[in-house]
């Protein structure tokens, strides 16, 4: 019987952060937009400042062009809801997959398979500095535990996703950002993981990584005391008030602060992205009636609504339509946007 050997990891060599920081610097309004967010999320968190936080955007970014468009309407509609909510848009350039797929646009730019990640950083971060530089912050999902190194500067807001917050690695990671992080509950919609990933994300851990010159180098964190709990569903939704309120007395029981967002995406829409608007009327009525627990919500949105299939022609795929999860359209989300801003202030 005949045996082959199997071939060794292919090995290329990577840019250093150092040198994609410099050829796609932060503006100095870029970096103030990114740090006053940070700021104002914190206060979000403490329940100092009382506009809801909301993230919105599509599910994955593929077309610069789109996501650019997107940040300018943003950008219109945040200075007009913002007594009541405070606008980040979900700019996720990376994407988990739960067996095999497009994993977003730092790790397969072309969308060929040919993942070149260097173009994907270059094409990322350039589009993160953008869109902070129009004065919109952005919000990202941190996966690969070197990406940080990268992106970190340009994020207001990050997510450790549902398949992701029971890994040791992503909970050394989280400790060591310094942005707020929100860990989702669990895929079967438990939310014990997302608690205990929680803790282990305020301590100071240390672990292998890589420094600003690319080398590796042993990391220790000083503890991220901003991260908090995001509701995604599971088998069944987890927005209602007895979901929220059981949430609220397990994380009191662990002694950490009662703050819950809640995406009205994932398991709260049984995965079709049309039922986030009644996920997110039931969320806003509940902040309304004097829930002060619920600090933001999460939305799938884009230029147009649904999404499409991958093609081998990237030139066949409409504009602005995902090519992960479906979204809603602009027009949607813009009416969902303006009617919890009137329904905060009573308008409504």
Known sequence: MNSVSPKPPLSLPFIEPFRLKNEFPLSGQADYTVLSAREIIRNILKKQDKRLLIVTGPCSIHDEKAALEYAERLRKLKDEVSDTLFLVMRTYVEKPRTNVGWKGLVNDPAMDGSCDMVEGLRR?????V???????????????????TYLEDTVAWSAIGARTTESQTHREMASGLSMPVGFKNSTDGSITA??????????????????????SCIVRTPGNPWAHLVLRGG??????????????????????ETAVMVDCSHGNSNKDYRKQETAWKFVIRQRADGNDSIIGLMLESHLFEGNQKMTSDITELKYGISITDACIAWEDTERLIRWAHGILLGME
């Not at 953008?130 to 940080?148: D, K, R, S, Y």
């Not at 069944?236 to 009191?252: F, G, K, V, W």
């Open 194 to 215: 997302a608690l205990n990933a929680i803790m282990a994300a305020a301590k100071s851990h240390t672990f292998p990584g890589i420094n600003w010159t690319g080398q």
């Open 235 to 256: 088998k069944t939704p987890n927005y209602d008030p007895s979901s929220i309120e059981n949430a609220c007395r397990m994380l009191a029981d662990k002694g950490l």
């Open 130 to 148: 953008q869109i902070n530089e129009m004065g919109v912050p952005v919000a990202t999902e941190m996966l690969e535990p070197h990406t940080p």
């Open 124 to 128: 990322s971060r350039s589009l993160l």
